[in-house]
T-cell receptor
Framework: GQQVMQIPQYQHVQEGEDFTTYCNSS?????IQWYKQRPGGHPVFLIQ?????EVKKQKRLTFQFGEAKKNSSLHITATQTTDVGTYFC??????????FGTGTRLKVLA | DSGVTQTPKHLITATGQRVTLRCSPR?????VYWYQQSLDQGLQFLIQ???????AKGNILERFSAQQFPDLHSELNLSSLELGDSALYFC????????????FGDGTRLSIL
């Protein structure tokens, strides 16, 4: 079945350092969404990418969708303690079923 | 506040029992999704309803069932509960049928003793 893997599983960074998480699907995706889940909280929608090669920015966050629409990345510039949480990608591939990635847990050390 | 309401927040029950989790979507949203999140795990998609009709099924066990009512609220029924069913169950809602941002509730934490 379709799988969506994220790497790394965990990342500890010093405040001010950059952070990147990668999302890889075994099948071509129709679109990809990114969510952030704070410890003890619920997932919160960040962004959706639809087009091949699409790049979107939200302040310090940059999201990319691969040319083949099988991978995506989220890059955070100059991390802050408020960036702490688990980042999930989620995609669909021609069906309505959303497959969530395994998540990357980010810890930011002040 | 996402606008999605889930009740109850916590549920403690025993193996073999049956429980019902309830979700009220955001005003105007027609889709409801159910997810299971085990400790330190990712989100497993269970099922989606759109305007009262089942749209997609994920890894939902036969012991689990769901429905969406005419007022668009949804219920997830879990029966013959096992220890492994202990998890956080999230409901999310979205405006359309697909490719829409999902807005998650705070979840129901189910503990099976």
């Amino acid at each position: 079945g379709q799988q969506v893997m994220q790497i790394p599983q965990y990342q500890h960074v010093q405040e001010g350092e950059d952070f990147t998480t990668y999302c890889n699907s075994s099948t071509t995706l129709s679109n990809i969404q990114w969510y952030k889940q704070r410890p003890g909280g619920h997932p919160v929608f960040l962004i959706q990418l639809v087009k091949s090669g699409e790049v979107k920015k939200q302040k310090r966050l940059t999201f990319q969708f691969g040319e083949a629409k099988k991978n995506s990345s989220l890059h955070i510039t100059a991390t802050q303690t408020t960036d702490v949480g688990t980042y999930f990608c989620a995609g669909t591939s021609g069906t309505y079923k959303y497959i969530f990635g395994t998540g990357t847990r980010l810890k930011v050390l002040a | 506040d996402s606008g999605v309401t889930q009740t109850p927040k916590h549920l403690i029950t025993a193996t073999g029992q049956r429980v019902t989790l309830r979700c009220s979507p955001r005003s105007g949203d027609l889709s409801v999704y159910w997810y299971q999140q085990s400790l330190d795990q990712g989100l497993q998609f269970l099922i989606q309803y759109y305007n009262g009709e089942e749209r997609a099924k994920g890894n939902i066990l036969e012991r689990f069932s769901a429905q969406q009512f005419p007022d668009l609220h949804s219920e997830l029924n879990l029966s013959s509960l096992e220890l492994g069913d202990s998890a956080l169950y999230f409901c999310a809602s979205a405006q359309g049928m697909s490719n829409q941002p999902q807005h998650f509730g705070d979840g129901t934490r189910l503990s099976i003793l």
